[in-house]
């Protein structure tokens, strides 16, 4: 095992998992308290402190094994920011900026990330490739987690997103799949790829994702940063 690989993976991938994972959830946590909730910021949850956010699991074994792996993809989640849309000023309305705030932070900071590439050539040609490796994978983390999220489905905050937003005939049967939403989620990402193979097609949700609004957004941000 070439530990110094790992190393390096790790250190060109822990700044940007950082940025991602904490400035979303602290992003919710803003949003809510500005809305009339202050519960993430009694809390101690509206601060750029990665160590406010860490999930064990989510925000370090889960990417740690990945990474080991060499898996082609990382994966992570932070702690929820607690919001009490109860207290929101329109509960209803506010959910929806809410649950936008996480994913717009995302494609902010990729901008942002997508804008460094413009430092690379006033740095020390030794720590170019490591600074580009960072500010690539800056990048698509951020419109990875931004996209994801955006999935209609609760808890995601895209299924928070369609319950503030479409009629109650609709919102109300959307909004009690939230307890199963992560077990939908992981039979619609790992098992139906599997189980269509099997009968001849493949409906695979990650593969439409990277090949159709992730590369569409991770492209537009390029181009706005003035990338080409």
Known sequence: MDFGHILYQISVWIVPALAAITLHEAAHGFVAWKLGDDTAKRQGRVTF???????????????GILLLVKAPFLFG???????????????????????????????????LFALGFHLL????????AWFAENFKNGIILNVVLGVFNLLPLPPLDGGRVAVGILPDRL??????LERYGFFILIGV??????????????????????????????????????LG
Do not use: C
């Open 171 to 176: 919102a109300l049967p959307l909004a009690r």
């Open 121 to 128: 050539a006033f740095m020390p040609v030794g720590a170019m």
């Open 49 to 63: 402190n990665p160590f406010k956010h860490i999930d064990p699991m989510g925000t370090i074994i889960i990417p």
């Open 189 to 226: 990402i790992f098992l139906l790829p599997m189980i269509t193979r099997q009968l001849g097609m493949e409906v695979d949700l990650l593969n439409w994702l990277f090949t159709g609004p992730i590369s569409y957004v991770v492209n537009l941000i390029a181009n706005l940063a003035g």
């Open 77 to 111: 989640y932070a702690k929820p920011v607690p919001v009490n849309f109860g207290r929101l000023n329109n509960p209803r309305r506010d959910m929806v900026w809410v649950a936008l705030a996480g994913p717009g932070m995302n494609f902010l900071l990729a901008f």
